[in-house]
């Protein structure tokens, strides 16, 4: 699963889901730029974020889901784009249609 932050993508999107971070590698904890730290600042273990998947990045093979997708319920891992090292895990809450994740939410991400 590929995370990038919502600031770097158009937010129009398909669906979205919430996940809850069950884990959050050591790598994340990157105090760089500017603005890795404001992207990593918000992925800590029990945080509640908001992941779009956008027609852009949904695959026809996966029924028109995006992949890392993640299953409902179940733990399933993410790793950030933009920071190598940057991954963890989590599990999906809920998802629903035709919805858009805050881009002004520091917990709002994208599937790429």
């Given amino acids: 699963m590929m995370?990038?932050?919502?600031m770097m993508i158009y937010a129009g999107c398909r669906y979205c889901m919430v996940f809850e971070l069950t884990s959050v590698r050591a790598g994340c904890n990157?105090?760089?730029?500017?603005?890795?730290?404001?992207?990593?600042?918000?992925?800590?273990?029990?945080?509640?974020?908001?992941?779009?998947?956008?027609?852009?990045?949904?695959?026809?093979?996966?029924?028109?889901?995006?992949?890392?997708?993640?299953?409902?319920?179940k733990q399933t891992r993410w790793k950030a784009v933009t920071l190598p090292g940057c991954r963890g895990r989590w599990v999906m809450k809920s998802r629903q249609d035709d919805c858009q994740c805050n881009a002004q939410n520091p917990n709002s991400f994208i599937l790429v």
């Fill in 3 to 6: 995370l990038m932050t919502m």
């Fill in 30 to 73: 990157v105090t760089g730029t500017p603005a890795e730290a404001a992207f990593t600042e918000h992925l800590l273990k029990g945080a509640t974020v908001c992941v779009e998947c956008q027609p852009s990045a949904m695959l026809r093979q996966l029924g028109t889901r995006c992949r890392g997708h993640g299953v409902a319920r």
